[in-house]
């Protein structure tokens, strides 16, 4: 199997996994608010279809530019509620339907990665991707909207070792963190230290980097796709860029965003 295939396959699981929690709701259960402002459930489900597939779209774009064309002058013309505006709308699906057209976004979202040519990048609404960073950044939105849907309906969370993929690209958008937030990135080298579900230890970085960031990987991803106050986890930064870069880490394109309130209410 290529990277590729084993992406896709986790991929999949993700996305499987949550399939399994919504499948059977009923519409009071599809209604659920979730710690997303705003956001139902559906709403959840919705931003990941309107994502595959717009994801689908650009993927194809190498063949057929102008449907990507076509989005592209709908986000300029809307660049802030552009994103949000699909999924509110989709999610006015009944929930059969939203459920069965995304089963089909993420089949043609697949198919369409797997097409575009090696050593090619795809274009996106941020820098151009290659395949394999497209089908980790949907593992990484599938994983933290997911993680609303279960934390809404009450549900506990079970993680795999899957979360590596949502970990590594917290580490690899430190520098996003501050730039998107028109702050100075800090010179130090961080040395990211992670203990994985399964027990393992997960490193990024020099061994001899000045700075640090230790703790739970889980704690970590949820910090970065901003699931979680800061002070709500174990995380341990050592050195003045460290512990800075965990009070802006944010993994996801778009404005900075507001992150979750201390579970303290401070």
Same mark, same amino acid.
């Given at each position: 199997m290529t990277l590729l295939d084993d992406l896709l396959a986790d991929l999949t699981a993700e996305g499987d996994r949550l399939r399994a929690v919504v499948a059977d709701l009923d519409d009071a259960g599809w209604a659920t608010p979730t710690p997303a402002p705003g956001w139902s459930v559906a709403t959840q489900v919705a931003h990941l279809l309107w994502t595959d597939e717009t994801a689908a779209t650009a993927a194809r774009a190498h063949v057929e530019a102008e449907p990507w064309d076509a989005i592209v002058l709908a986000a300029l013309a809307d660049p802030?509620?552009?994103?949000? $505006?699909?999924?509110?709308?989709?999610?006015? +699906? @009944? @929930? *059969?339907?939203? +459920? $069965?057209?995304?089963?089909? $976004?993420?089949?043609?979202? *697949?198919?369409? +990665?797997?097409?575009?040519?090696?050593?090619?990048?795809? @274009?996106?609404?941020? @820098?151009?991707?290659? *395949?394999?960073?497209?089908?980790? $950044?949907?593992?990484?939105?599938?994983?933290?909207?997911?993680?609303?849907?279960?934390? *809404?309906l009450g549900l506990e969370v079970e993680h795999t070792d899957r979360v590596r993929h949502v970990a590594h690209i917290g580490v690899r958008t430190r520098g996003f963190s501050f730039a998107n937030r028109g702050l100075a990135v800090p010179e130090a080298e961080v040395r990211v230290v992670l203990t994985a579900p399964s027990g393992e230890t997960w490193t990024w970085g020099v061994d001899d980097a000045p700075e640090s960031v230790t703790g739970s990987a889980v704690d970590f991803c949820e910090l970065v796709t901003q699931r979680v106050h800061r002070a709500d986890t174990d995380l341990v930064a050592v050195g003045p860029g460290a512990d800075a870069w965990l009070d802006v880490a944010q993994c996801f394109a778009g404005p900075a965003g507001p992150g979750r309130t201390p579970s303290n209410g401070g």
């Open positions: 802030t509620g552009f994103v949000d $505006a699909g999924a509110l709308d989709l999610a006015t +699906l @009944p @929930p *059969a339907e939203l +459920l $069965a057209r995304w089963d089909a $976004a993420r089949v043609a979202l *697949a198919q369409a +990665l797997r097409a575009v040519p090696d050593g090619a990048k795809m @274009p996106w609404f941020g @820098p151009p991707m290659s *395949a394999a960073s497209m089908v980790t $950044a949907r593992f990484m939105e599938t994983w933290a909207h997911a993680l609303d849907v279960v934390t *809404a």
